[in-house]
């Protein structure tokens, strides 16, 4: 038996990020390039006292050294401000961050 109702799907709440310029794109490029460059030998030491640490976080603990908001975050890993949020929640337990220190001054007081 087949059934004539009909499944209503909820668009999705997320928008994607509007197409960037050339020079938006530029200039998102040039920050990463900056940011890479900038931070190796910081990044190594991370890497050192934390070795469990992905790519991925250590990404995101570049970018929250670089004092990025999470929505600058976002728009950058092209994923939503919540699950920046949510990155930034996990990447505290895994470095033991209490909650209420800022992320420059734990970088500052952890690595250097």
């Known amino acids: 038996m087949t059934s004539n109702r ?5 668009p999705d ?5 509007r197409a960037m310029t050339v020079i938006e ?3 998102v490029e040039h920050l990463i390039t900056e940011l890479q460059g900038s931070t190796s030998s910081w990044q190594n030491q991370i890497k050192q006292r934390y070795p ?11 970018y929250l050294k670089a004092n990025l908001s999470t929505k600058e975050i976002a728009t950058l890993l092209n994923i939503t401000p919540d699950s920046v949020k949510k990155a930034k929640h996990r990447l505290r337990k895994k470095l033991s961050i ?5 992320w420059g001054n734990a970088f500052t007081d952890r690595i250097g």
């Open 13 to 17: 709440k997320y928008q994607p990020p």
């Open 98 to 102: 209490d909650p209420t220190v800022n």
């Open 25 to 27: 794109r530029q200039l």
């Open 52 to 62: 469990h640490l992905t790519a991925y976080d250590l990404r995101l603990c570049t």
């Open 6 to 10: 009909r499944i209503l799907v909820r």
